[in-house]
């Protein structure tokens, strides 16, 4: 080695792209990464990784990434110093809520959120320096329905029971999609490796998805479902169960005879007229639930839809009444080594604290239904004066993004904390960058609870933040105590104290007080981490109700019922019609609205487009590869269709996160990327009844042909020329 030049050197990381949370063992010069890999020792991920994380070095290297604040001056922004840029954050927020009161400042925490340790220790404090009802997240987007069943039933919106894929014999996946998206709600790093291991050991795999995903191809048995009406279906696998004296419940399930009540209607040959999947195929799979260990587990497709409370009541029901609840080879409760359930550094959840003011719709654990937004910062009399984003694009991720993007433009005060320019943060008045997934540390204090085994595992920054560089802790630390200053106020001492004590130092209190006695100096000496074991039965002990029992038929979910029985007329007209809906779908690729800068992983073939069934482009007169216009209630786009028998009869599909083709927005470096804005379409009036969740699968849509239809100046205006 010549003089000065650095020694190669191996690191194991965590990668923080999604919820499979995989070691990563990177080979280093210096500061040049020679190498991503998947770390084979580590004892969660066993080696796995997929091309998002391969492209962290993307990201780190990305001209586009802000790394000092900026601020708007007229259409510009221009980079500015950390001080200025927290004190004209605070100055600006503050501003509005002494004109206009507490509750007119709004913050939207986006999903990035919980990929950072510095956002979950230090995050949360700047909403609560602020001091508003309106707050909101990307969880409204996603997944809200599964906190407040778990709520419901189990005391505590995060006692989310997770699959043991490991110790399986029948895996039934409904509504997600884990070959691209590498799970959810369920840390399951290498599904693919896994899924291999449960088929030699004889068990089997079962997917209901409208589309013929890439899990779906890889399953034993795939039934297509009408988006929309699992909740018939899965109540109907329930129905079944208790029907023919299948159920085996605990002595610590609560009102199994209520249940039995609830579901009587809910027959076999109903679900199918609604949903086409057999009345024969679901007896059948109620029979194996029944029969033996078994794992349900629905995302997505489930929760973002009209009925994704009751279907994912349904799913914890069939688990608990199949005695597949709280066993090795059904679904489980972790036992991280920080416990942020039992330790109670997440709440229990609570609903209808807050309301919002135009539609009165409930909140749920300090946060109101993101779908309100927009509605809320409209007329002269608006709620929503001023703008908080914290690492969130809801102008591409939430119902109606357009209009949103116009309302924020006319907001008094836009403060970002986000290291990209997107479709959201390009309104900003100021833009207060944080470090990178290279330059942080991390520990998965949420993934570590949702994982398919129990391990800790500490992440050290790869590279040290450069100088000019905050934190997103540190810049969370400063806008706080910014707040209280320019307000006059005193934030309590406990609180500050708190807010001063790094990521590290946190959570190595935590760990030092676990029943392990871990530290962080003890997990970094242990590249992936120390394995903690397979999950193990944690009930009833684990249960947070009040009587300590699981309730089956907790009233704010069964008042969901009636609503579905009314639906059931229509649902069952609609199936039989040649109506089409809309569902979304993710590809491996992709990462939500942004990795679209990355070279490696937007290159190749274009994946945007609107997929259709042959038969339903026939019908239409239309031909694959066309352009066609797509009009949902609230708004209409062009985009190209693919044919594409996966997808089912009357469903059509389209990803979110594209379309990025907005003034202002910066993804320089990376190949243009084509596409549309699903979320104009998707309606923000659409929200399930009781969670409040937005509906972004099964939107009733009309797809016509855009052939001849002024096509040049839509193929300026949609890029479809590229
Ligand atoms: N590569 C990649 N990975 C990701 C992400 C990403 O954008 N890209 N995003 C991350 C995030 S934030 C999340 S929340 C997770 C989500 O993880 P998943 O839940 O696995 O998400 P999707 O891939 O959207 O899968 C939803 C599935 O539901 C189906 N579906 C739609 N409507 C219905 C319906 O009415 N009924 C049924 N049964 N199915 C329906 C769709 O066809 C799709 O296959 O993925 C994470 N991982
Ligand atoms: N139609 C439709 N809409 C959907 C979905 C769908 O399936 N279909 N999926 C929904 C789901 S599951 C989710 S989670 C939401 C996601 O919705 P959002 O969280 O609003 O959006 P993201 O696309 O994840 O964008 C997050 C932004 O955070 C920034 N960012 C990246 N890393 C960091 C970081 O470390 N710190 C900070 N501060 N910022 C960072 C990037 O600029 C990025 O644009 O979208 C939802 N919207
Ligand atoms: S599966 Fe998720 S955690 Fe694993 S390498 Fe890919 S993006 Fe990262
Ligand atoms: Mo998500």
């Known amino acids: 080695m010549a003089a000065g030049e650095s020694a190669e050197v191996t690191r194991h990381i965590t990668c923080v792209l999604c919820e499979a949370s995989c070691g990563l063992e990177v080979r280093l010069r210096g500061e040049e990464i020679l190498s991503i890999k998947g770390h084979a020792d580590d ?3 066993r080696g796995h990784i997929c091309p998002k994380g391969v492209a962290l070095q993307d990201i780190h290297a990305d001209p586009d990434r802000l790394r000092r604040p900026v601020k708007r001056v007229g259409d510009e922004f221009v980079e500015i110093g950390w001080d200025e840029a927290i004190g004209l954050a605070a100055e600006l927020l503050v501003g509005v809520q002494q004109r206009h009161g507490r509750d007119a400042v709004a913050t939207y925490l986006g999903n990035p959120n919980v990929h ?49 894929i490991d110790r399986t014999k029948l895996l039934v996946l409904v509504g997600t999609n884990p070959m691209a998206s590498n799970g959810s709600l369920w840390t399951v790093p290498d599904f693919p490796g896994r899924l291999r291991e449960l088929r030699s050991r004889g068990g089997r795999l079962v997917v209901l ?15 297509f479902v009408r988006p929309g009406t699992d909740a018939v279906v899965l109540l109907a696998l329930v129905h079944v169960v208790l029907a023919e004296g299948l159920a085996r419940p605990p002595a610590w399930a609560d009102g199994v ?10 027959t076999p040959e109903l679900a199918e007229s609604v949903s086409g999947v057999a009345a024969e195929s679901i007896r059948r799979l109620a029979r194996r639930i029944a029969s033996g260990s078994a794992a349900v ?29 709280d066993r090795p080879g059904g679904t489980m409760f972790t036992t991280p080594a920080v416990d942020i359930v039992g330790r109670g550094l997440v709440g229990r959840g609570h609903r209808g604290r807050t309301v919002s003011g135009v539609r009165g719709l409930p909140g749920f654990a300090g946060e109101l239904p993101v779908s309100v937004l927009a509605e809320e910062m409209e007329g002269p009399a608006a709620a929503i004066r001023g703008l908080l984003t914290v690492g969130g694009n809801p102008v591409s991720s939430t119902p109606a993004g357009s209009r949103l993007s116009d309302r924020i433009v006319g907001l008094d005060a836009y403060v970002a904390i986000d290291p990209w320019i997107n479709e959201t943060t390009r309104h900003a008045h100021v833009i207060l960058p944080p470090t990178g997934p290279l330059e942080r540390d991390h520990y998965d204090l949420i993934f570590h609870t949702l994982a398919v085994r129990n391990t800790a595992r500490w992440s050290k920054a790869l590279f040290p933040r450069g100088e000019h560089q905050r934190h997103d802790w540190e810049i969370a630390r400063d806008l706080v105590l910014a707040l209280h200053q320019w307000r006059g106020t005193r934030l309590p001492l406990h609180r500050r104290v708190r807010l001063m004590a790094s990521p590290r130092l946190t ?22 981490g120390v394995d903690l074991g397979p999950l193990e039965p944690r009930l009833p002990e684990r249960l947070m109700t009040e009587n ?21 007329p229509e649902l069952r007209t609609a199936a039989a019609s040649d109506d089409l809906l809309l569902i979304g779908r993710r590809h491996q690729r992709d990462n939500n609205s942004w990795m679209h800068n990355s070279p490696r992983l937007t290159k190749g073939r274009p994946r945007h487009h609107l997929l259709m069934h ?52 910066r993804l320089g470096n990376a190949v243009e990327v084509p596409g549309v804005t699903m979320n104009d379409l998707t309606d923000p009036s659409r929200v399930e009844g009781v969670s409040g969740n937005a509906v972004l699968n099964g939107i009733p849509v009309v797809v016509t042909s855009a052939v001849g239809v002024d096509d040049v100046a839509h193929a300026l205006d949609s890029g479809a020329s590229h």
């Open 257 to 266: 005879e209520q249940l039995r009540v609830a579901v009587s209607d809910f």
């Open 614 to 665: 042959p038969d339903d482009l026939t019908a239409r007169g239309v031909a694959d590869g066309d352009l066609v216009t797509v009009t949902s209630e609230v708004s209409s786009l062009r985009v190209e269709v693919r044919a594409s028998a996966d997808v089912m009869r009357g469903v059509v599909s389209l990803p979110h996160g594209y379309g990025h083709r907005r003034p202002g927005v």
């Open 507 to 528: 959570i190595d209190a935590l760990l030092r007080s676990t029943r392990q006695g871990l530290s962080v100096r003890r997990l970094s000496r242990t590249p992936g």
């Open 548 to 568: 300590s029992l699981v309730d089956l038929t907790p009233p704010v979910v069964t008042s969901g019922l009636a609503t579905l029985r009314a639906r059931v």
């Open 209 to 223: 998805d409208p589309r013929r995903t890439e899990t779906a191809a890889v399953a034993d048995e795939h039934h």
């Open 116 to 164: 950072s340790l510095g956002a979950l220790t230090h995050g949360t404090a700047i909403p609560r320096a602020l001091g508003s009802k309106h707050v909101f997240s990307a969880t409204s987007v996603d997944q809200l329905p599964h906190h407040v069943v778990a709520w419901a039933m189990y005391g505590h919106q995060f006692l989310l029971p997770v699959p043991d």
């Open 43 to 45: 004892p969660l991920s």
């Open 297 to 325: 587990h629905g995302r997505m497709g489930v929760s973002t839809q009209e009925f994704g409370v009751l279907c994912q009541w349904a799913i914890q029901c069939l688990m608990v009444i199949t005695g597949n609840l």
